[in-house]
């Protein structure tokens, strides 16, 4: 049986724009055959040139150091590695050197199906020096259990992986339990606790927000999400939130300056230099509409004056990625850039293609966008319902497979791609990026078992009888 992204090939000669939810009937339209714009939950449920952050655009900043990297004490190598997945988190773990992902989902559609998801409670670790992956935190105790589209941050001055947010549904219907607790895995010992609170204000319960660490400040920082329940509608939000270590507290901020729209799926990083919460694209409750359209600005929340102000960073960009929904974003701390890859855009007309696997820096000296790879291209109409010939895109072998709803964290010179949302299912690589140069290279770690397309994984067309096969 043939295996589709639930974000993904949903829009064909049979199906809207947008897939409908895990609680809605597939519409059908006469439109494009090209995959579907975007039905994300339906995936894991059955203004101006001087846009540049008030007090820091006289500034020139220095480049963050990369940490010192551990020599390797290698353990024999098991063979052991997580299993395909995607609405999962993580982070990169600069002192053991490691990609530390944490939860998803393992369910993968067929047929275009909407799957029952999966709530995952695993942690794993990717040893990068020695090449291996190993399950952590089996010694027991109290974590935050199973859940999926939650937010993680690496909050260095604790060396932990903190968590925030996600859901969780006990049967295979109805109405998800949102949250907004706070855990910490210490990756010392490998062990969970809650994050202490001193009071019970905190933001409302929520899912794929954007959440950072800002180390000079010791904060950490959330803005936006989706506020509901249902897996057939959604209620983003733009609200901006601080919960401060010193106090062990949250609280509310109400930053100056035009803000960003509500918005959920976003990517996010922290860079400190300048003292911004930096937000990439996402959507709004429209999502799922037949009309939509993802946002495809870059947005920056200064704090280096003391009071937090909101500017579009990319505003006067002669070039910039499409909007999209669920792509990855870090900071090339090396270069003093910021690094997008994958997503899902509209996919509605070509040349969109749905999941992409494009990768784009983001200067924020000159405020410009620049593509390095376009990443595969559109090129053959669909064949029939959930039906699309093996080169429905022109591949390029060189690039992970086309993605959303993956771990995309970085650091030390390098970025790490893992699991998500592919138009064959859900993938299990994991992918390096090599930024430390001008041209960023791709490095595939550990190879695809499933979920890549029939081209990529043979090398070419001809010898495969349709997209996944």
């Known amino acids: 049986m043939r295996l589709w992204t639930t974000v993904g090939l949903c829009v064909m000669a049979l199906c809207l724009t947008a897939c409908p939810s895990d609680d809605t009937t597939p519409v059908t339209s006469d439109t494009t055959t090209t995959p579907d714009a975007a039905a994300g939950d339906a995936a894991a449920d059955t203004g101006t040139t001087d846009a540049t952050p008030d007090a820091a655009a006289d500034v020139t900043p220095t480049p963050d150091a990369a940490p010192d990297v551990p020599v390797a004490q290698c353990d024999p190598p098991t063979g052991a590695r997580p299993s395909r997945r995607s609405e999962h988190a993580g982070i990169y773990d600069p002192v053991g050197n490691r990609v530390i992902i944490y939860g998803g989902s393992f369910a993968v559609p067929i047929n275009c199906g909407f799957p029952t998801p999966t709530f995952e409670s695993e942690v794993w670790a990717y040893d990068i020096a020695c090449d291996s992956w190993k399950q952590l935190g089996l010694g027991g105790g109290t974590g935050p259990g199973g859940r999926v589209r939650h937010m993680t941050a690496y909050d260095s001055t604790r060396h932990q992986m903190v968590v925030f947010g996600g859901r969780f549904r006990a049967g295979s219907s109805g109405n998800y339990t949102l949250y907004n607790d706070l855990w910490a895995?210490?990756?010392?010992?490998?062990?969970?606790?809650?994050?202490?609170?001193?009071?019970?204000?905190?933001?409302?319960?929520?899912?794929?927000?954007?959440?950072?660490?800002d180390p000079t400040g010791d904060r950490l920082l959330l803005f936006g999400g989706n506020?509901?329940?249902?897996?057939?509608?959604?209620?983003?939000?733009?609200?901006?939130?601080?919960?401060?270590?010193?106090?062990?507290?949250?609280?509310?901020?109400?930053?100056t300056g035009q803000s960003p729209a509500s918005r959920l799926f976003t990517g996010a990083l922290w860079d400190d230099s300048r003292q911004w919460l930096v937000v990439f694209g996402g959507?709004?409750?429209?999502a799922f509409n037949q009309d939509v359209q993802y946002f495809g600005d870059l947005w920056g929340l200064d704090f280096s004056s003391g009071s937090p102000a909101w500017a579009e960073l990319d505003a006067a960009s002669t070039f910039a990625p499409k909007g999209r929904f669920w792509g990855g974003l870090v900071r090339d701390e090396v270069n003093d850039r910021y690094v997008m890859f994958g997503g899902h855009d509209n996919g509605a007309i070509a040349p969109d293609v749905g999941n992409s696997n494009d990768l784009w820096t983001f200067d924020p000296n000159s405020l410009e966008w620049f593509m390095h790879t376009e990443g595969d291209t559109w090129n053959a109409p669909a064949l029939g319902f959930c039906l699309f010939p093996a080169d429905f895109t022109i591949v390029d072998t060189d690039l992970p497979e086309r993605r959303n709803a993956h771990v995309f964290v970085g650091g030390n010179g390098r970025a790490y791609a893992t699991g998500g949302k592919t138009d064959c299912g859900v993938v299990d690589d994991l992918w390096e990026l090599d930024y430390s140069q001008t041209a960023p290279t791709w490095k595939e770690l550990t190879f695809a078992t499933v979920g890549e397309v029939c081209w990529r994984n043979s090398g070419s067309a001809e010898f495969c009888t349709d997209m996944c096969l």
């Open 283 to 286: 959507a709004d409750e429209t």
């Open 227 to 255: 506020a509901s329940t249902s897996g057939a509608f959604y209620q983003s939000l733009a609200d901006v939130w601080e919960y401060s270590y010193a106090t062990q507290t949250w609280s509310q901020l109400s930053p």
């Open 185 to 213: 895995f210490d990756l010392a010992s490998e062990t969970w606790s809650n994050v202490p609170l001193a009071a019970a204000t905190a933001p409302s319960a929520r899912v794929n927000g954007a959440f950072v660490y």
